[in-house]
């Protein structure tokens, strides 16, 4: 199981509107600040904008801001924003048989302990 490298890019968005407060920052800055291609920031952006993640105001004074404190953004949102749901063996998928053997029961239990990890953590958390 690996993060996809939009996950990260898109945490890293977020950690960079927050540390930078003030005001908008616009894509071209921000792509350049995380080295990223602006293309790969676009299609992030469209994404976190539509999750309620960020802010994005046109126009020659435009740019992007986090739409909440860092510290009520949960690193599991971005995740769901960014990679859907998390599933760590296609028989936890929804519909698959639901067998009780103790595999299936570690496999649940592993799955539930990295979203309550993810959950508990903010991208404030990440930021300090």
Known sequence: MQLQAYTEYAIQI????HAHPQGLRTGTEL???LGISYPTFLALAVKLRRAGLIVSVRGRNGGFSLNKPAKKI?????FLCIEGDL???????PGRSKSDDKMQQFL???????IAELSN????DLAS
Do not use: F
Not at 74 to 78: L, T
């Open 87 to 93: 599933c760590i063996s296609r028989n936890l998928k």
């Open 108 to 114: 649940k239990s592993w799955q539930e302990s990295i």
């Open 121 to 124: 953590t903010t991208v404030a």
């Open 74 to 78: 949960r690193v599991y949102d971005v």
């Open 14 to 17: 977020l950690q960079y509107l």
């Open 31 to 33: 792509a350049e600040e």
